[in-house]
């Protein structure tokens, strides 16, 4: 019987990623209000920006864009601003899939 394998297979090896992940927290009113409509220029209250260096691209076609970073006082979801040239609406994207 002492060369008979355990049917328990050993526990998964955590990544280092998943450990230092946080726990989801979920999206405030404000933050599900953006969602709805990530077309407005003017950010709600309770997000601040991140840093005031405003980032400048390109995207796959070539069209010139800039991408502000705000996150939320009251939840913690990041939202990153992307504005075009000569476009009248801008675009809220969160980093990550909002927790309703």
């Known amino acids: 019987m002492a060369?008979?394998?355990?049917?328990?297979?050993p526990p998964p090896t955590p990544s280092p990623s998943a450990a230092s992940a946080a726990p989801a927290v979920p999206a405030c009113?404000?933050?599900l209000?953006?969602?709805a409509d990530p077309r407005r220029r003017e950010p709600p209250s309770c997000?601040?920006?991140?840093?005031?260096?405003?980032?400048?691209?390109?995207?796959a076609a070539g069209?010139?864009?800039?991408?502000m970073t705000f996150s939320c006082r009251d939840c913690?979801?990041?939202?990153?601003?992307?504005d075009r040239?000569?476009?009248l609406f801008v675009s809220w994207v969160p980093e990550?899939?909002?927790v309703r």
């Not at 997000?47 to 995207?59: D, E, K, P």
């Not at 069209?63 to 991408?67: G, L, T």
């Open 63 to 67: 069209v010139p864009f800039s991408m």
């Open 96 to 98: 990550h899939p909002l």
């Open 3 to 9: 060369d008979m394998k355990s049917a328990v297979p």
């Open 33 to 35: 209000a953006l969602a």
């Open 29 to 31: 009113a404000n933050c």
């Open 76 to 82: 913690g979801t990041v939202w990153r601003l992307y």
């Open 85 to 87: 040239a000569n476009e």
């Open 47 to 59: 997000l601040t920006l991140r840093n005031s260096a405003t980032a400048i691209s390109q995207n």
